[in-house]
């Protein structure tokens, strides 16, 4: 199984993009300690980081063939994009977004996400680790609803 992370714009900044906030972990940690999750789990993960909007469209949609689902984190982007929801939503992949910060603790647009109602589920407020607990997350759901894992399926969840 491969899993495809997204990272929005301005993630790029982790480490020193106002700490109070969103912590002092760099993307680059993020990622390697996704890709040590991934061989516990034995998946391989597709990351990518975008500030372009039409960039992020054209990964999810061109990796989606040989993807899994997705973990998404896409930062101002889940309060505006549309045209990522649609995207997300196309391609017909199970999806889970995932925040560092906790959205409902914030103000009003943000407390707003564009991609929530079509994610499998949301991970929200747990700083970095909101990536583990939703890479997590979408490797179990993608293995139940295989029929791998015993858990609900897909269309048993509802729509
Ligand atoms: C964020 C929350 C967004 O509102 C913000 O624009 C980000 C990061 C988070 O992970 O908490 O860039 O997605």
């Not at 982007?77 to 910060?101: C, F, I, K, N, Q």
């Not at 700083?127 to 029929?147: I, K, N, Q, W």
């Amino acid at each position: 199984m491969r899993v495809g992370v997204l990272h929005g714009p301005n993630l790029d900044l982790l480490g020193t993009r106002q700490p109070d906030l969103y912590g002092t972990t760099t993307l680059a940690e993020i990622d390697s300690r996704l890709r040590d999750l991934a061989e516990e789990l034995g998946v391989e993960l597709d990351t990518l980081q975008s500030n372009h909007e039409g960039i992020l469209l054209d990964w999810v949609r061109d990796g989606a063939p040989s993807l899994a689902g997705y973990v998404v984190n896409a930062a101002a982007y889940t309060h505006t994009s549309v045209a990522l929801l649609d995207a997300l939503v196309g391609v017909d992949r199970p999806y889970v977004e995932v925040h560092l910060t906790n959205l409902a603790a914030r103000s009003r647009t943000r407390r707003r996400s564009l991609l929530a109602a079509h994610a499998v589920g949301v991970i929200t407020g747990f700083g970095a680790r909101s990536y583990e607990l939703g890479l997590r997350a979408l490797v179990a759901h993608v293995r139940d609803s295989t029929g791998n894992g015993g858990g609900p399926t897909g269309s048993e969840r509802g729509g």
